[in-house]
Nanobody
């Protein structure tokens, strides 16, 4: 069992930056691929970024590729999402997720554990 806790959300002006962190419980964090997703009101959960178990492979949604960066620190059981040049349309609840498969994936069905989410609001 893995428990995930996100932090770093809040209110930011358009054009600003935020850094989300996700801390995982358990001793097998370095076996899991990690992903970041978001869900805006009235919309489906959307894939943003993923990183494989070692950190050697990452993938991004086209909508955030040039602005967001995912990273992980297996020694600290953490994964981060650096978000730059934020836009009003980035407003959503952001979730981190863990996949036992270990490979970077953009599919929600590949993820076994989810955090509770953290709200990001970007004011225009």
């Amino acid at each position: 069992q893995v428990q995930l806790v996100e932090s770093g959300g809040g209110l930011v002006q358009a054009g600003g930056s935020l850094r989300l962190s996700c801390v995982a419980s358990g001793r097998t964090f370095n076996m899991y691929a990690m992903g970041w997703f978001r869900e805006a009101p009235g919309k489906e959960r959307e894939f943003l970024a993923t990183i494989n178990w070692s950190g050697g492979s990452t993938s991004y949604a086209d909508s955030v590729k040039a602005r967001f960066t995912v990273s992980r620190d297996n020694a600290k059981n953490t994964v981060a999402l650096q978000m730059n040049s934020l836009k009003a349309e980035d407003t959503a609840v952001y979730y981190c997720a863990a996949s036992r498969a270990g490979y970077a994936s953009g599919r929600t069905s590949d993820y076994n554990y989810w955090g509770q989410g953290t709200q990001i609001t970007v004011s225009s």
